[in-house]
């Protein structure tokens, strides 16, 4: 994996207790790699991932944490935009199109969930995804 080429780490903490959804895994197993992948691409020192999962009310919630670059509070508003790029300054490995994160989105808001993201300039970001449970 990309992640054990550049010397970093995934860290799971998994507490949600019902999992059970109904989603398409092709589709949402792209969603996953994607964040990852990006969390990846955005690490400039060895990637440190947290993956999180919670059940709050009649959901679970995901969320990924990276400790990467961060991003502005203009780019948290457009970053799920189609073609969206956040601009990384002498960052030149970073390669992409600005569509993956519309997909993440697409998908998500298909399966009747939600996503987020939280972020600071320089602190990293998580990104959270919440997923309705079926009974």
Do not use: C, W
């Not at 990924?64 to 203009?74: F, N, T, Y």
């Amino acid at each position: 994996m990309i992640i054990e080429d550049r010397q970093g780490t995934i860290t799971t903490h998994f507490e949600a207790s019902r999992d059970t959804v109904l989603i398409n895994d092709v589709h949402f197993t792209n969603v996953i790699v994607n964040i990852l992948d990006n969390a990846i691409k955005y690490s400039p020192e060895e990637p440190k991932i947290d993956i999180y999962t919670e059940n709050i009310k009649d959901f679970v919630i995901i969320k990924v944490k990276d400790q990467g670059l961060g991003m502005s509070k203009i780019a948290q508003k457009r970053i799920f935009e189609k073609f969206y790029r956040e601009h990384t300054g002498d960052l030149h490995n970073v390669k992409g199109h600005g569509l993956g994160l519309a997909y993440v989105k697409r998908i998500v808001e298909d399966h009747n969930g939600e996503i987020f993201v939280e972020s600071e300039k320089g602190k990293g970001s998580t990104f959270i995804i919440k997923i309705p449970l079926i009974n």
